[in-house]
């Protein structure tokens, strides 16, 4: 098939890819623009998925997010990028469609990481929530009335998940190999919280417990896990909330650094080559990409958090419209919030690495507190619980490097307790993103 018109291509049809085309129309851009989908849906809101939509006060197909500016744009919806053609300047699509682009977009986000085949990931009753589609297919399975459900998995999709399924009257039981759900992004000091929340709930949660493998019955439908104790756990409905993937293997091939934990960009969100040469046609943003934090001292981060999805989209599609020499640095505080058991959950900065956590508003045993995640003496990051009102002053500490911790002498603070944040060691696995940098929104 010939190519289309050359212009700009935005591989990516969800929060980022929208908010960079509508940031591209609004900087001046008035050339050819296409957006590409692996999804058949417009751009829609994740967040509701893993509540409200599970809940069944949100049908999935209201998630849909307005759009807010004029695109005039041609959409490829539910037809996936296979390969790029750098040399060509082409993006082959799943149908054989050829799009030629003068500058490109990689908006493509993140894939729900899926149970794997060989130890049952194929029967039926077992989901991962990552899209519309899938908040849909597992809402249809909750109605219909599971008898035992079990969560792999005590991160953020993993906890939201079982808040709502108790919330429901279903139980469930939630299994993550660490001491506390959420170990990885807070620390098992503050996870500890969760963990007691979520017994309080009527879950029942089994720490340092690894599933090996699925086993069903004659018709191909889950029955039971089996542990890597030997034991096992009944289930006619599993979540496996198994963490993400960034969507970069469409580009294999294409002489760029990415893999399976994103696509490495400079400061500018420029793409970069495999010699760590910017590309100046090849931007990134969102979920995909992975780019250097100047406040953690460039160390290359991949943030699965709304708000940098519409940040980092707008900056990129400013610098796609600029000249060589005004290619401005990206600069975010990154930011999630999470509502669980309910305890609204608020956290700035990048937790990894810290080696203290002080609580400084509140106290852990009224489950009513703020936090900073201390490294080195500096203050990194910082977590409420249903306690925000001190957040913003405790962001605006860790954008200016304060020492931890930065306020000592607010009216209402108590003694301030220190502790280790008690994060498990981490895994030997091929690199990827750690899960305090990739916490879902």
């Known amino acids: 098939m010939s190519p289309e018109p050359a212009g700009i291509v ?12 509508e940031a591209l129309r609004r900087g001046g851009y008035d050339g050819p623009l296409t957006l590409v989908g692996a999804e058949p849906h417009r751009p829609y809101d994740r967040p509701p998925l893993s509540k409200h939509v599970l809940a069944g006060a949100l049908d999935a197909g209201a998630t849909r ?13 539910g037809n996936t990028a ?9 993006v082959r699509l799943a149908d054989g469609a050829v799009l030629a682009y003068d500058k490109l977009l990689v908006a493509t986000g993140a894939e729900a990481r899926p149970w794997p085949a060989a130890t049952g990931g194929g029967l039926t009753g077992i989901h991962t929530l990552r899209g519309r589609d899938d908040a849909r297919a597992l809402r249809a399975a909750l109605v219909a009335g599971p008898r035992r459900v079990l969560v792999v998995g005590g991160g953020l999709i993993g906890c939201e998940a079982t808040s709502c399924l108790r919330d429901l009257g279903l139980p469930v039981t939630l299994v993550d190999p660490h001491p506390t759900p959420l170990a990885n992004a807070l620390g098992t000091v503050v996870g500890g919280v969760i963990a007691d929340r979520l017994r309080d709930a009527g879950a029942v949660f089994r720490p340092g417990t690894q599933v090996r493998a699925f086993e069903g019955d004659a018709s191909g439908r889950v029955v039971r896990a089996r542990l890597a104790d030997g034991s096992a756990i009944e289930a006619d409905l599993v979540i496996a909330a198994l963490g993400a993937t960034r969507a970069t293997g469409w580009l294999r091939g294409a002489g760029l650094m990415a893999d399976p934990g994103g696509l490495t960009c400079d400061g500018a969100c420029r793409a970069r080559d495999a010699d760590g040469t910017p590309c100046p046609d090849i931007y990134a943003a969102g979920d995909a990409a992975r780019w250097p934090i100047p406040l953690y001292g460039d160390r290359l981060v991949s943030v699965e958090h709304w708000g940098n999805a519409v940040a980092q989209a707008s900056h990129a599609a400013r610098n796609m419209l600029a000249g060589p020499g005004d290619q401005r640095p990206y600069a975010h505080l990154p930011a999630f919030w999470s509502s669980q058991f309910g305890i609204n959950i608020k956290l700035v900065g990048l937790t990894a690495g810290a080696d203290t956590v002080a609580v400084v ?21 910082a977590v409420s619980f ?56």
Do not use: C, K, N
């Open 386 to 441: 249903d306690q925000a009102r001190w957040l913003p002053a405790y962001a605006e500490a860790i954008l200016t490097g304060s020492p931890v911790p930065p306020i000592t002498d607010a009216t209402d603070q108590p003694r301030i307790a220190r502790a280790d944040p008690g994060f498990p060691p981490p895994r030997r696995a091929a690199p990827a993103p750690s899960p305090a940098e990739t916490a879902h929104a």
């Open 361 to 381: 508003q509140g106290s852990l045993a009224a489950r009513r507190f703020l936090a900073v995640y201390g490294r080195g003496g500096r203050s990194i990051a």
């Open 10 to 21: 935005v591989v990516g049809a969800s929060l980022a890819g929208l908010r960079g085309a």
């Open 82 to 90: 296979v390969a790029l053609d750098r040399a060509a300047r082409t």
């Open 65 to 77: 997010l307005p759009e807010l500016t004029a695109l005039r744009a041609r959409w490829r919806l």
